[in-house]
Nanobody
Framework: QVQLVESGGGLVQAGGSLRLSCAAP????????MGWYRQAPGKQRELVAT???????NYGNSVKGRFTISRDDAKNTLYLQMNSLKPGDTAVYYC?????????WGPGTRVTVSS
């Protein structure tokens, strides 16, 4: 059972920052595109950001200019630096790894932004 483990969620005031981390097995991380997705209450899961093994990055429109995704291949860890947080960013954030037709998800970490 592949395990992706997210951490770093919590409660923050609007305008604040949080940094999420996702640890993955080396066998998966080194050969997978990695990404962050989020799901707010009553809404569908949506793309936050992805980064492939070549470093190509894609952001969801709602987070461009505020969030930064990065990966540390030496530590097999994915990061999401979230700045200028808004109440609309409140959601459960999920780490994802994709390789070919395979996809793995973490259990999620909750981020709550108060106004």
């Amino acid at each position: 059972q592949v395990q992706l483990v997210e951490s770093g969620g919590g409660l923050v005031q609007a305008g604040g920052s949080l940094r999420l981390s996702c640890a993955a097995p080396a066998s998966i991380f080194s050969s997978s595109a990695m990404g962050w997705y989020r799901q707010a209450p009553g809404k569908q899961r949506e793309l936050v950001a992805t980064i492939n093994i070549g470093g190509y990055i894609n952001y969801g429109n709602s987070v461009k200019g505020r969030f930064t995704i990065s990966r540390d291949d030496a530590k097999n860890t994915l990061y999401l630096q979230m700045n200028s947080l808004k109440p609309g960013d409140t959601a459960v954030y999920y780490c994802n790894a994709e390789r070919g037709f395979a996809s793995w998800w973490g259990p999620g970490t909750r981020v709550t932004v108060s106004s």
